[in-house]
């Protein structure tokens, strides 16, 4: 009597599926960290709000939100103030002030909590 067992690995269809998963959950964190961010910037011209905006890196597993050089050469001077003007944070809380909502997307993308 013979026994013969045959085991198909799934694994590459597995890791397809996270890294999909992975791509929408980084895309929905930059669009939520840009759009938060957006609320919170100083306006004066605008081109600060403009300048907001966000890279995903899916290669290195994050996502980079930011201003452009562009018009948005001055944040450094509202995000954490000067000697003549005081800070208006608005990259920083964003991001903090929203850590429940960002698990919630990856939560609702992977299942789980």
């Known amino acids: 009597m013979s026994i013969t067992v045959t085991v198909e690995s799934n694994l590459d269809a597995i890791l397809d599926e996270l890294d999909a998963k ?7 964190w930059g669009q939520l960290g ?3 961010a957006k609320v919170r910037a100083a306006v004066d011209t605008g081109d600060l709000r403009r300048s907001i905006q966000y890279d995903v890196k899916l290669s290195e597993d994050k996502v980079d939100i930011g201003c452009n050089k562009e018009l948005g050469e001055h ?8 000697s003549k003007t005081e800070a208006q944070p608005f990259l920083a809380p964003s991001l ?3 850590t429940r909502k960002f698990k919630q ?3 609702g993308i992977f299942g789980g909590g």
């Open 96 to 98: 903090q002030e929203n």
């Open 105 to 107: 997307i990856a939560e």
């Open 22 to 28: 992975k791509a929408i959950v980084l895309e929905a």
């Open 75 to 82: 944040a450094p001077y509202v995000e954490f103030g000067t």
């Open 34 to 36: 840009q759009s938060e």
